[in-house]
């Protein structure tokens, strides 16, 4: 922050100027300002006697470490922020007076949190867990924020359930743990007895919830809010992320490795895409209806254990979001930053969706608990960037005091002395909606069918997605204890989808399927397919953003890898080499080059594709370097090889296994025909050969 930054010669600003230390550093200070003259010792009675209790400086220097951690969030904990901005295409005056969408071109500039949900803050970025996707766009009519995830849907459909949701997803109270996963007894307990959580089981058993990087997924805003025009006429609105560089994800086995390779696979996945200039995109979608499409609908707007299909409603694209700054420090922004979902804008409103109106209670209480003063509003991260003026006042850590003499409101004050005033024509006006009601603990029978979507998710996906989900449900069950859990789990499936229930009950070893479920309402089974919820119908074009790790040893052939580099360059996609030694090998050209990573720091799951440009027998010795092959192989990847790399083949017995995703690279010729055929990501005719 401004106040504790020293200025290059070592003054602070606006202040006094300190002695400069010979090499042109600022001296180090206490926080009062005072010249510190020894940071290593204590004062001390006598050198072996005790410490004196006037010493003010390790005094503050440890009271400060001491009250360094904030409460982490009860839920997203771990998170990771960065800052960019929105642009507008067109103008929608029609539909909403909303600053960020005013004028074409028009430039909103914002911060976005990417977190998962159950983890703590240290706590691996590959759970299998939904992801946070909030923005908060700093506009001139104050701050919006959208508080979305990665997913459409939602587990439950009032707020009153979720503290037990959250208790029951996260460690079991008595242990401690599992940590960051969903795989034990408590989470499907809960989950088994919630049939309104069956549409997003599918949804977190899929893929999308182990996204290969936050680039690479979609976000949602999931409930339905209201779009108000100048006439003060509502059109409901579904709010949609889509990544512009297309959807991704990785495979289960491959995330569980990556956690153990790099715990930060996420964040610095996006740091370092930021920083090298390849700034992630996605675009703003919104689904926009009336009333009449909404009384149509199998199910209510308002429920947000439902999505709407966009072959119903199309996404209307009316903007993009760049990402284009990295944070200067993590705690004052990412940590610090305060989503909340009742900060909206005159133009944007909510509408009676119940999860929506817990949460807009939720989000003030939690941030209070957690920044500690009413006043988290004044930090540099949250304090919106458009004029601002009120009476609130005074409060723990208040430093944007007004000045003058009003703090009240009327007063006969002259206009330079009296403080802000009410605008009626401008200022944020809910939408009149007419309500009626009695006043009961009651949800609405329009909210009753808890299968139907989840059955089309799931016709929805490709066949390999279909394993994937299938498998999930295996993995995740398996980890659970009593037997009676699994089960219920599968005969709620059994209104999903036969052949689902019956292949993870295949999967569990089960004797005989349990009865399904009692259906509150009779499931509708003919829902088509929607094909905009597969991952895998809607990857990128090309191999863009991507990551290519490269094997090499001495003597690996220079032109292959300069045609690699180059073609790479090209084509936006980042190498890493990969050595028996950190220090590099020496090419074919007698030139040495430096390794990225030594071989058993950058195993292949670090890596969209790999190439084995070399290879030796001592190199297949080690157990890293097998692996490195054999789990690219069960990953389904890509893998260009030359000649000189088949001893690391037949070292892992995967010579007389060559299939179509394997490319030899013969010469710098191949390299192009490599990484077209990587432009798909994955070989998945590998795991399951199309029928
Ligand atoms: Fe949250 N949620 N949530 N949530 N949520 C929080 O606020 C809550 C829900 C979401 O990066 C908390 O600052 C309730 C849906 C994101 O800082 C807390 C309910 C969606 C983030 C909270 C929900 C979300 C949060 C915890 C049920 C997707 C991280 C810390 C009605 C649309 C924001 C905090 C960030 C965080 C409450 C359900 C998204 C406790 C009561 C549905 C992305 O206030």
Partial sequence: MADTQHTQDGRHPGGETHQVAGDGRPPLTTQQGVVVADDQNTLRIGARGPAALEDFHFREKIFHFDHERIPERVVHARGFGVHGYFENYEPLGDITIADPFQQAGQRTPLFIRFSTVAGNKGSPDLARDVRGFAVKMYTRQGNWDLVGNNMPVFFIQDAIKFPDLV??????????????????????????????????????????????????????????????????????????????????????????????????????????????????????????????????????????????????????????????????????????????TQNVIPGIDFTNDPLLQGRNFSYLDTQLKRLGSPNFTQLPVNAPRCPMAHFQQDGHMATANPRGRANYEPNSWPPEQGGPREDPQHGYTSYPAVEEGEKRRVRSERFADHYSQARQFWVSQAPIEQRHIVDAFVFELSKCDRPDIRERIVSVLRNVDESLAAQVGDGLGLAAMPAPAVTARQPITDLPPSPALSIVGNGPSDFAGRKLGVMVTDGSDAGILSAIQDACDAQGVTVELVAPHITGVTLSDGNLVAADQKVDGGPSVLYDAVVLLGASDALSELPAARDFLTDAYAHNKFVGWVPSAEVLLEATNLKARLDDGFVLIAGAGDVDTFLTRCAKLRFWDRQLPAA
Wanted: glycine share 6%; hydrophobic share 40%; proline share 5%.
């Fill in 167 to 340: 208790h029951a997803a996260k460690e079991e109270p008595d242990t401690g743990f599992p940590q960051a996963q969903t795989a034990h007894d408590n989470f499907w307990d809960f989950a088994s007895l919630m049939p309104e959580s069956t549409n997003m089981l599918l949804w977190i058993m899929s893929d999308r919830a182990i996204p290969r990087s936050f680039r690479f997924m979609e976000g949602f805003g999931v409930h339905t809010f209201r779009l108000v025009n100048a006439e003060g006429r509502s059109t409901y609105v579904k709010f949609h992320w889509k990544p512009k560089q297309g959807m991704q994800s990785v495979v289960w086995n491959e995330a569980l490795k990556i956690n153990g390779a790099d715990p930060d696979f996420h964040r610095r996945d996006l740091w370092d895409a930021i920083n090298k200039g390849d700034f992630p995109e996605w675009e703003l979608g919104m689904q926009l209806f009336d009333d009449d499409f909404a009384d149509r609908f199998d199910f209510d707007v308002l429920d947000a254990t439902k999505f709407i299909p966009e072959e119903l409603v199309p996404v209307r694209r009316v903007g993009r979001m760049v990402l284009d700054q990295t944070v200067d420090n993590f705690f004052a922004e990412t940590e610090q930053v305060a989503f909340c």
